[in-house]
């Protein structure tokens, strides 16, 4: 004999309405947790590895670079401010590899060459930082390192010390990208008043 809960009713059991609702209930929280989780694409993930690495250069103390042997710039006379550090940038990698947003990047590795954008001083005999950078993105500002060599140390070696072994041949080689290159000579000559 069949109950009339069994067949027809089993609608009307309060449990199975409890068990609907707390499936619902997890449905929609794995709908929040995915929809919030944003993944970066990798090519826009690049792009703001670029931006931050550039603005945090043009934004630091010369001095900050850590580069031997090159003067803060001065305000002359007749100059209101320091001349501004103009930056262009290649990155080469940075760590975690997974990381898919820029919040989740702890280190960064490129290379940077900026030009202290005196007024009407061309490029060519501008005062410029250049090399290969590491930068530490967990403090705020970000660190800024750079290769040099000591009285000890060959440059070669300290950044084969620096550097991980994936990175250290693009290292090695120190050039912008040809639209990097363009882009920062324009950016330089319009803050050199030229």
């Given at each position: 004999?069949?109950?009339?809960?069994?067949?027809?009713?089993?609608?009307?059991?309060?449990?199975?309405?409890?068990?609907?609702?707390?499936?619902?209930?997890?449905?929609?929280?794995?709908?929040?947790?995915?929809?919030?989780?944003?993944?970066?694409?990798?090519?826009?993930?690049?792009?703001?590895?670029?931006?931050?690495?550039?603005?945090?250069?043009?934004?630091?103390?010369?001095?900050?670079?850590?580069?031997?042997?090159?003067?803060?710039?001065?305000?002359?006379?007749?100059?209101?401010?320091?001349?501004?550090?103009?930056?262009g940038v290649h990155v080469y990698g940075h760590e975690p590899a997974g990381a898919s947003t820029l919040a989740e990047v702890r280190t960064?590795?490129?290379?940077?060459?900026?030009?202290?954008?005196?007024?009407?001083?061309?490029?060519?005999?501008?005062?410029?930082?250049?090399?290969?950078?590491?930068?530490?993105?967990?403090?705020?500002?970000?660190?800024?390192?750079?290769?040099?060599?000591?009285?000890?140390?060959?440059?070669?070696?300290?950044?084969?010390?620096?550097?991980?072994?994936?990175?250290?041949?693009?290292?090695?080689?120190?050039?912008?990208?040809?639209?990097?290159?363009?882009?920062?000579?324009?950016?330089?000559?319009?803050?050199?008043?030229?």
């Open positions: 004999m069949i109950s009339r809960l069994g067949v027809s009713g089993w609608y009307r059991s309060r449990f199975v309405w409890i068990e609907v609702c707390l499936l619902a209930a997890s449905i929609g929280v794995a709908a929040v947790v995915t929809s919030t989780s944003t993944r970066t694409d990798p090519a826009v993930l690049h792009q703001e590895i670029l931006a931050r690495m550039r603005t945090t250069l043009e934004q630091a103390d010369p001095a900050h670079h850590h580069h031997a042997g090159h003067p803060a710039p001065q305000v002359t006379a007749g100059e209101q401010a320091a001349p501004k550090v103009i930056c960064i590795y490129g290379f940077h060459l900026c030009g202290v954008a005196e007024q009407k001083r061309h490029w060519d005999g501008a005062v410029k930082l250049v090399g290969p950078v590491i930068m530490d993105m967990t403090i705020d500002p970000p660190g800024i390192e750079v290769v040099e060599a000591t009285a000890d140390v060959r440059f070669v070696d300290r950044l084969r010390e620096m550097f991980p072994d994936k990175y250290e041949e693009l290292a090695l080689r120190e050039a912008l990208p040809t639209s990097e290159m363009a882009d920062l000579r324009r950016r330089y000559d319009a803050a050199a008043g030229l």
